[in-house]
């Protein structure tokens, strides 16, 4: 409570590092994001300068295992001390945790914190257990690092994990009604309309319906291996393993959408992610149609009209500032 209190009435921060650190506090949600990115857009070099800022705390990454014990103590002196030395020391928590780049996460009961990434802006978050993810646009997860058990959810969109090996403690991952369970390892997971995927890049999962601390926690779970990709309808039974195009699952971290015989419903759903306004298919037989595409998530116009230049359709307005796609 105290912490949401002074990050309502704190400054607004001026610089990319003030701004990082801001982010970087807990409480930080939607209201934060927003005024980022407004400070973000007043100047075309406050991009630069927080890119820039970013790059120079993640060189300071490998530093994390020297800062693990001092964020320790620092804790433990919070939950000791009150009034203004708790203050002090939430202060110092988060000007450490700026400085190495780590989201500090809250320990408690679940559902645990959120993590989102607004429209249009793809994330990085690194949370200290040394894990690192990545949020596509308009994405989102929950998560909550306990003692048994290190635990996301995604809620939605699609997320870039790297996570940091610890057997002691697996990672899981909720991606509708499956759990992804791993102790380290390097993975995507996505929700497209009614349908998710999990895309393997290193070290293997398993996909269950149990939770990772449940007895048989990997009794009739699917194993995936690198270069393996599972697919499957959250609430339905069944799940299929193919073999996983990393560079597809992948590339909008290299900032382009990669789309091969994929239905346009599955692009216009990724595209929306990175619109400002609605995108509806005014036909949904339309949606079925099949398109092989690539687009790149960088240009002077928006992501949406790149799709319509390249693809057979086209978009229209409505009254409601929705943009309805149509058959060419």
Excluded: C
Excluded at 19 to 32: N, Q, S, T
Excluded at 70 to 92: I, M, N, Q, W
Excluded at 117 to 146: E, W
């Amino acid at each position: 409570m105290l912490e949401r209190l002074n990050i309502l009435i704190a400054a607004r921060p001026r610089t990319a590092e003030a701004w990082l650190a801001r982010m970087a506090r807990p409480g930080a949600g939607a209201r934060e994001q927003a005024a980022l990115l407004a400070w973000l857009d007043a100047d075309p070099d406050h991009l630069r300068q927080y890119e820039q800022a970013k790059a120079d705390q993640a060189a300071l990454e490998p530093l994390h295992g020297a800062f693990s014990g001092d964020l320790a103590a620092l804790r433990r002196t919070e939950r000791k001390s009150t009034r203004r030395p708790l203050l002090a020391s939430g202060l110092a928590v988060a000007a450490v945790a700026a400085a190495v780049v780590l989201v500090p996460m809250l320990k408690g009961a679940e559902p645990g914190r959120l993590y989102e990434a607004a429209p249009g802006r793809i994330t990085d978050i690194a949370l200290d257990d040394g894990s690192r993810v990545t949020l596509d646009a308009d994405s989102a997860i929950r998560v909550n690092l306990g003692d048994d058990a290190r635990r996301a959810t995604l809620e939605r969109g699609a997320a870039y994990f790297e996570v940091a090996h610890n057997a002691a403690r697996p990672f899981q991952v909720a991606v509708g009604d499956r759990r992804v369970i791993v102790t380290g390892t390097r993975f995507v997971t996505a929700l497209t309309g009614d349908s998710a995927q999990i895309s393997l890049l290193q070290g293997r999962v398993a996909v269950g319906t149990r939770d990772a601390t449940a007895k048989g926690a990997l009794e009739g779970a699917l194993t995936l291996s690198p270069g393996e990709r599972a697919d499957f309808q959250p609430g339905k039974p069944g799940i299929r393993k193919t073999a996983a195009d990393v560079e597809m699952a992948t590339a909008w971290r290299k900032r382009r959408l990669v789309f091969q015989d994929a239905p346009l419903s599955a692009v216009v759903a990724a595209v929306a992610r990175y619109s400002d306004h609605p995108l509806i298919l005014a036909d949904p037989v339309l949606g079925r149609t099949r398109v092989t595409v690539i687009l790149p998530l960088e240009g002077e116009d928006a992501l949406e009209d790149r799709m319509a230049g390249l693809l057979p359709i086209r978009i229209v307005q409505d009254e409601d500032g929705r943009r309805l796609i149509r058959a060419e």
